[in-house]
């Protein structure tokens, strides 16, 4: 927060379009869900974003992440 951050703004973003949204953000969580919580304004962030037609996931882990990335990119 030092840095200048927003509260609830995603840790990821991939800024590519493709055919149904104009980029891809990522908040990422612990693997173990019940370590993580989302935010009330993660929450917020990720509505936001989907109505401005992003598409905006919360990933637990590396690997639901790389998933998530290669769906968006369709290599899945």
């Not at 612990?30 to 905006?56: D, I, P």
Request: one cysteine or more; hydrophobic letters at 40%; charged letters at 30%.
């Amino acid at each position: 927060k030092n840095e200048g951050v927003r509260a609830g703004v995603p840790d990821l973003m991939l800024a590519l379009a493709t055919d149904l949204h104009h980029g891809l953000f990522i908040e990422m969580k612990r693997k173990v869900k019940s370590y993580s919580t989302v935010s009330a304004e993660q929450k917020v962030w990720q509505e936001r974003l989907r109505l401005a037609g992003y598409r905006s996931e919360i990933c637990y882990g590396a690997d639901e992440a790389i998933k998530v990335i290669k769906d968006y990119l369709g290599m899945s």
